[in-house]
């Protein structure tokens, strides 16, 4: 396993556009995470999945932002009718749940680099 | 979320030590020490983490004072490879839903 993967890693599109970022986590963990992160900024949580159900999606920033993982495996984000500031970086980690109400470290991959122009 | 407070910024000299300092004053009894580094155009990486004891890896140590309302995380000796944001973050490991909460971290800048 070579860890998070993301595709793609740059991406820039233009105003109004729609865009889908993909995730495939290690294999093993059940808990899949988005973030966001903006130049200088730490990463912001978006919404996560344990396995196949999203348990938390209030943090995500609009309507226009939703996220899948069918199958519990891969995940997609896609954010609708793109705008500039949706320019940033979109990070995937993911887990493993240890015991009831214990998960590991997370495992995050390099991101991909959006730009709306 | 209980909150950190860590400097913007700390510069180091290749092969030295580096203490980065983290203040959490309002942490609870079940909240772990989590800490994190991102290198350029990388996502985080795990570094360390602790409750109340000292602890090491190969990668650092991590002093957690008595109070806990600090700690330190220790790079024995920096290289250029080590220059990247730290992150310290607290994450109660008792809270299934809770997730990892960023704040804007320390940036290190190791000088050769």
């Known amino acids: 396993d070579t860890g998070v993967s993301q595709d793609p890693r740059h991406k820039i599109t233009k105003r109004g556009q729609n865009v889908t970022f993909r995730c495939d986590p290690i294999s093993e963990h059940n808990r899949l995470y988005w973030y966001r992160q903006t130049l200088g900024q730490g990463p912001e949580f978006l919404t996560y999945?344990?396995?196949?159900?999203?348990?938390?999606k209030s943090r995500l920033l609009s309507d226009r932002f939703s996220a899948e993982r069918p199958k519990g495996s891969f995940s997609t984000l896609e954010i609708q009718r793109t705008e500039q500031g949706d320019s940033a970086m979109y990070l995937c980690?993911?887990?493993?749940?240890?015991?009831?109400?214990?998960?590991?470290?997370?495992?995050f991959g390099s991101g991909t680099r959006l730009t709306v122009v | 979320d209980a909150k950190t407070t860590q400097p913007n910024s700390m510069e180091s000299n290749e092969e030295e030590p580096v203490h980065l300092p983290c203040n959490h004053s309002?942490?609870?009894?079940?909240?772990?020490i989590h800490w994190y580094r991102q290198l350029p155009s990388q996502g985080p990486e795990y570094v360390i983490h602790?409750?109340?004891s000292n602890v090491n890896n190969r990668m650092a140590s991590l002093a957690i004072a008595e109070d806990r309302k600090s700690s330190t995380l220790i790079l024995h000796r920096a290289t250029l490879r080590d220059a990247a944001v730290y992150y310290c973050i607290l994450r109660d490991n008792d809270n299934y839903g809770q997730n990892f909460v960023f704040g804007p971290g320390t940036r290190l800048s190791v000088l050769p």
């Open positions: 999945f344990q396995n196949e159900a999203q348990l938390e």
């Open positions: 602790g409750l109340t």
């Open positions: 980690a993911s887990s493993l749940t240890l015991s009831p109400g214990a998960t590991s470290g997370y495992t």
């Open positions: 309002t942490i609870s009894g079940t909240d772990y």
